[in-house]
Antibody
Framework: EMQLVESGGGLVQPGGSLRLSCVAS????????MHWVRQLPGKGPVWVAR????????DYADSVKGRFTISRDSARNTVFLQMNSLRAEDTAVYYC??????????????WGRGTMVTASS | IQMTQSPSSLSASVGDRVTITCQAS??????LSWYQQKPGKAPKLLIY???KLATGVPETFSGRGSGTDFTFTISSLQPEDIATYYC????????FGQGTKLEMK
């Protein structure tokens, strides 16, 4: 069974850092486009970052560019989101998501359960 | 690209036909998908490329449109369809709409 499991969320003071992890099972992150999407309760999802199959080409939402970094460890089949200079407006549930570039390019067919990040003093 | 969804909430009865609209701020071709999200769960892909059903999605769900104007329809509302629905463009990176919360009347 294919699965994504996030961890690393928590409470951090504004200006602080967190590193989210996403362990994939049942498929290889090396062969997938992987994303982070965040969502506040009662609000629509917001795309944050993506890493394509070459493992080095990444794109970011303007709101996180220069502060967040997406990366992967193929040996551990894990994707990361390093979040620096956190702001109150970064508070959200963060989902790790797979884009199915073979069957549904541009679309997210596998989501984790999410991990909550709260930036507050 | 901005995505404007309407209505923001909708109340309907079992068996009703339900339609949600999504408008893009610029031409996105066919690159529009629809997701369903139930409370406490992650979104689920229902429709992609404007009108194609994702794997295992029942044919009671449908989508149409291209360019800037899209619609999503549930032909006969069932209790298990109660959820929030989001459109998403993927012509230029990714932008979700603000959602339509569907409630049972």
């Amino acid at each position: 069974e294919m699965q994504l499991v996030e961890s690393g969320g928590g409470l951090v003071q504004p200006g602080g850092s967190l590193r989210l992890s996403c362990v994939a099972s049942g498929f290889s992150v090396r062969n997938s486009w992987m994303h982070w999407v965040r969502q506040l309760p009662g609000k629509g999802p917001v795309w944050v970052a993506r890493l394509i199959t070459d493992g080095t080409t990444a794109d970011y939402a303007d709101s996180v560019k220069g502060r967040f970094t997406i990366s992967r460890d193929s040996a551990r089949n894990t994707v990361f989101l390093q979040m620096n200079s956190l702001r109150a407006e970064d508070t959200a549930v963060y989902y790790c998501v797979r884009e199915n570039i073979v069957d549904f390019p541009g679309n997210f067919d596998l989501w984790g359960r999410g991990t909550m990040v709260t930036a507050s003093s | 690209i901005q995505m404007t969804q309407s209505p923001s909430s909708l109340s309907a009865s079992v068996g009703d036909r339900v339609t949600i609209t999504c408008q893009a701020s610029q031409d996105i071709g066919k690159y529009l998908s629809w997701y369903q999200q139930k409370p406490g769960k992650a979104p689920k892909l229902l429709i992609y490329d404007g009108s194609k059903l994702a794997t295992g999605v029942p044919e009671t769900f449908s989508g149409r449109g291209s360019g800037t104007d899209f619609t999503f329809t549930i032909s006969s509302l069932q209790p298990e369809d109660i959820a929030t629905y989001y459109c998403k463009q993927y012509d230029s990176l990714y932008t979700f709409g603000q959602g339509t919360k569907l409630e049972m009347k």
